[in-house]
């Protein structure tokens, strides 16, 4: 992390409001809103503001699911949603826009009927695709300001360049378990705010699979709760021009422990500014593997299968299946039969002859799994530098398993 102060030094400014508001308000408007409008820090004029924003959400999962509901619920009165998934089972228990008869449906279209319920008046704009360097720019076009509740690096860090080059404000937040950060960034905002960008704070992404996903290390249904209604917040201070956005400044949550702590993000001075988008960027497939693990010999769950049909007492030796999953994960599903031996143990267990790891290989070649193969090839790539022969990490690990191969495995 580069860019923190962490002394809390900040001017104790607001900024001016970010969209001019409509002329005026309907009566059932008025209604509607009636506790915004004795709010003195919003009241009418800020209502009427909020009535003429147009707000781009990334993603309609945990975070963006309250993000969506509390922006319309404000009356916010264009809000596009761009998400390329559909509603699974086990997204309900955070992405609370969704319900059980919208499992397999896209998320934005989900969204959009559910916002047309609670909020009739507010347009909303559902776009069912994956964000990249090639749409980005335009479908940002005419918005006042973004709100980024993306799951993967390759799509916050593309949102964070996109909004950099095009001088959009950018409230951006991550949720790891019971834990959550949250920031808003601009990298042209009014005098005498400084210009921070999500570059400054983090200058680069880690490398891939380094960092587990939610579905690989599980989060709390409450916390993008309580995050996502915070990033709604920051969207109407920013368009109302109330109270103090946290531009330059970093919160950090733990649901668990109930703590708080700010702190200031600076410019990096020694930071190029971003002026274009890398051809790829927000696709999945540009978050390429680490030289190591792109050398990891793979094998298809089909071809796994494969073998395992084919070993036979005096034919070919069965491969032995290793899942380097957390226990977690492991309860909810598995490759039978197989053997466990979690990531964070692999190098220990190698280094031991009578370990898990080396009995297993006596008795076969080993393909390691996990839940989609970062993990996996990550194991594969310490069990060959510790001198294990023929490992092989499994492609698209259990997901690839399921799909392919055992459709009866629930997902996660």
């Not at 209502?47 to 999962?61: E, K, T, W, Y």
């Not at 400054?200 to 699979?209: I, R, V």
Request: aromatic residues 4%.
């Amino acid at each position: 992390m580069s860019g923190v102060n962490g002394n809390n030094a900040s001017d104790d400014q607001g900024l001016p409001p970010l969209v001019e508001p409509v002329a005026e308000l309907s009566a059932d408007e008025r209604a509607l809103y009636s506790r915004h409008l004795l709010l003195g820090a919003i009241g009418e004029e800020g209502q009427r503001r909020l009535r003429a924003a147009s707000v781009f959400v990334v993603g309609a999962g945990g975070l963006g699911s309250p993000v969506l509901l509390y922006l319309a619920a404000a009356g916010v009165g264009q809000i596009t949603v761009v998400d390329d998934d559909e509603v699974d089972l086990a997204n309900l228990h955070r992405q609370v826009i969704h319900s059980v008869p919208s499992v397999g449906r896209p998320k934005v279209e989900s969204a959009r009927e559910r916002l047309a319920g609670l909020a009739p008046g507010v347009v909303v704009e559902a776009v069912h695709t994956r964000l990249d360097a090639l749409n980005i720019t335009e479908l940002l076009r005419g918005h006042d300001l973004v709100v980024d509740g993306s799951d993967n690096f390759a799509t916050r860090y593309l949102v964070s360049d996109a909004c950099e080059i095009a001088g959009i404000p950018l409230i951006w937040g991550t949720i790891d378990r019971f834990r959550a950060q949250l920031a808003v960034f601009w990298s042209r905002p009014p005098a005498p705010a400084e210009p921070v960008s999500l570059r400054d704070l983090y200058p680069s992404a880690p490398p891939p699979g380094s960092v587990p996903s939610c579905a690989e290390a599980g989060v709390v249904g409450a916390l993008p709760g309580t995050v996502g209604s915070m990033m709604a917040m920051e969207a109407v201070k920013l368009i109302t021009g109330a109270g103090r956005p946290l531009l330059g400044r970093l919160m950090l949550l733990d649901l668990l422990e109930t703590t708080t702590r700010t702190v200031t993000i600076r410019p990096d001075p020694s930071r190029e500014p971003v002026t274009a988008l890398p051809d790829g960027a927000g696709d999945a497939s540009c978050e390429r593997p680490a030289p190591e693990l792109a050398a990891v010999p793979t094998v298809t769950a089909a071809e796994v299968a494969a073998e395992l049909a084919a070993a036979a007492p005096a034919g070919p030796v069965a491969p032995v299946l290793v899942d380097v999953r957390g226990a977690g994960e492991r309860s909810i599903a598995r490759i039978d039969p197989s053997v466990w031996v979690p990531l964070d143990s692999v190098a220990e267990d190698a280094a031991d002859p009578t370990g898990v790891l080396g009995r297993a290989a006596a008795e076969g070649p080993l393909v390691l799994y996990c839940k989609a193969g970062a993990r996996s090839a990550q194991a594969a790539a310490t069990l060959m530098a510790a001198g294990f022969a023929g490992v092989r990490s499994l492609e698209g690990g259990i997901e690839a398993w399921t799909r392919e191969v055992d459709p009866s495995l629930p997902g996660y």
